[in-house]
């Protein structure tokens, strides 16, 4: 695994890995003025998700010499909001599974988190950048990672699980639960932005009723998930 990409739900290889669409579809769930996604009742504003991407694009522009951006910027928007939507899923999991995480613990987390990918300081923010994640939620990452470690804990009898063996036998209830509670978040996002692929938990493309393809597309490697399987 290249040290530029981010996976998402991955325990020790998190990473290792606004210009949205010119039209709104009328009558789509959350296409509220304003609000770029809905989850568990609450909306993500266009206006907070607008200030992560300025943000991201600033330190893109800061460090652009030593960042292989992993996307094209113009989907800054649609990489910036699958983040914003996989921490509010993290947290729902906390919740659900009644799992507290202190700032300490967060800390510790993205501290330990950069040091497995090898990069620390600066090297490390600009990782998180040519992965779509703005500086200002890099806090936000490390209770990411703290969640899951807290989870995995859990599972596996309260010791953190430390070989590869046991986190592949484990991951599948991880992923489950995950699944379970971000299915519980009811999640919809602004069809201009895009839509949620529960496979990876980010923002992909919405489809356009406005025009067909006349020859058929080559099949991605992976097919979106656009429902949960839980």
């Known amino acids: 695994m290249r040290r530029d990409e981010v996976v998402p739900r991955t325990f020790v290889c998190v990473i290792a890995a606004a210009a949205a669409a010119t039209f709104t579809l009328a009558g789509c769930g959350p296409a509220r003025m304003g609000t770029a996604a809905i989850t568990g009742g609450q909306r993500i504003t266009v206006t907070t998700l607008s200030d992560q991407v300025t943000n991201l694009k600033q330190a893109y522009q800061v460090g652009k010499a030593k960042i292989q951006l992993q996307f094209p910027l113009a989907q800054a928007p649609q990489q910036v909001l699958g983040w914003l939507l996989r921490f509010q899923i993290r947290d729902e999991l906390a ?76 991951s599948p209830e991880f992923s489950r639960r995950e699944c379970v509670a971000a299915k519980s978040l009811s999640i919809e996002v602004n069809p201009q932005f895009g839509q949620l692929d529960y496979g990876t938990y980010s923002v992909i493309p919405a489809k356009s009723p406005l025009s067909e393809p006349t020859a058929p597309a080559p099949s991605p490697t992976a097919k979106p998930q656009l429902t949960p399987t839980c």
């Open 95 to 170: 919740v659900r599974n009644h799992l507290v995480v202190t700032t300490g613990e967060s800390q510790r987390a993205l501290t330990a988190l950069a040091r497995q990918t090898g990069r620390t300081g600066p090297a490390f923010v600009q990782l998180a950048v040519a992965n779509g994640l703005a500086p200002d939620m890099l806090p936000d990452l490390g209770r990411y990672e703290a969640i899951q470690n807290q989870e995995f804990t859990r599972l596996n009898g309260g010791t953190l699980p430390r070989t590869q063996a046991r986190i592949q036998a484990l």
